[in-house]
T-cell receptor, first 113, second 115 residues
Framework: SQTIHQWPATLVQPVGSPLSLECTVE??????LYWYRQAAGRGLQLLFY??????ISSEVPQNLSASRPQDRQFILSSKKLLLSDSGFYLC????????????FGPGTRLTVL | AQSVAQPEDQVNVAEGNPLTVKCTYS??????LFWYVQYPNRGLQFLLK??????LVKGSYGFEAEFNKSQTSFHLKKPSALVSDSALYFC?????????????FGTGTRLQVFP
């Protein structure tokens, strides 16, 4: 069966510090991968998606970047965190092809002070 | 443009009563529709989806959803609510770009089931 991991679970970082959040998927190959941010426990904002190694699409201009160095690894980064980067970050994966649901990881709670 | 709306921020229901969480959509072409549930400080869990076929879709934890093309709705239902169903529920529609399967999420509806 497939599983998705995210770490760390929680993170408190000062403004201006770098960020690296990692997501890995097990039990499947060539997944589509996604990074979302959820603010204030409500709406989801798609930040990045990837259909393959090294292929990253950005949905919104921001202080963050994403990379996919391996087929089942997706990394969210920042060189200098802003207060507005605080939130709940969710990674998700889906099978290639139409009509498939996304499966979400447990999330990372980021607080920027 | 594809969109999905959840008109209720919160739904309150007594335990044992039926529940409905509303969702309407706007898409070009055939809609691919999804429901997810989120418990506090957790990731989203997939409940059910409609792609084609029967308008009544059954999913996890006793939930079901009814696809209504004429009303462009995909309401989530459960015959008898449990206190443990209290959570945040999201409706989503597929964006339509073939290779990415991007989903467009509604703003979420908080379900509160009272004992």
């Amino acid at each position: 069966s497939q599983t998705i991991h995210q770490w760390p679970a929680t993170l408190v970082q000062p403004v201006g510090s770098p960020l690296s959040l990692e997501c890995t998927v097990e039990g499947t190959s060539n997944p589509n991968l996604y990074w979302y941010r959820q603010a204030a426990g409500r709406g989801l904002q798609l930040l990045f998606y990837s259909v393959g190694i090294g292929q990253i699409s950005s949905e919104v201009p921001q202080n963050l970047s994403a990379s996919r160095p391996q087929d089942r690894q997706f990394i969210l980064s920042s060189k200098k965190l802003l207060l507005s980067d605080s939130g709940f970050y969710l990674c998700a994966w889906s099978l290639r092809g139409g009509g498939t649901e996304q499966f979400f990881g447990p999330g990372t709670r980021l607080t920027v002070l | 443009a594809q969109s999905v709306a959840q008109p209720e921020d919160q739904v309150n229901v007594a335990e044992g009563n039926p529940l409905t969480v509303k969702c309407t959509y706007s898409v070009s072409g055939n809609p691919y529709l999804f429901w997810y549930v989120q418990y506090p400080n957790r990731g989203l869990q997939f409940l059910l989806k409609y792609i084609t076929g029967d308008n009544l879709v059954k999913g996890s934890y006793g939930f079901e959803a009814e696809f209504n093309k004429s009303q462009t709705s995909f309401h989530l239902k459960k015959p008898s609510a449990l206190v443990s169903d209290s959570a945040l529920y999201f409706c989503a529609v597929r964006d339509g770009t073939y290779n990415t399967d991007k989903l467009i999420f509604g703003t979420g509806t908080r379900l509160q089931v009272f004992p």
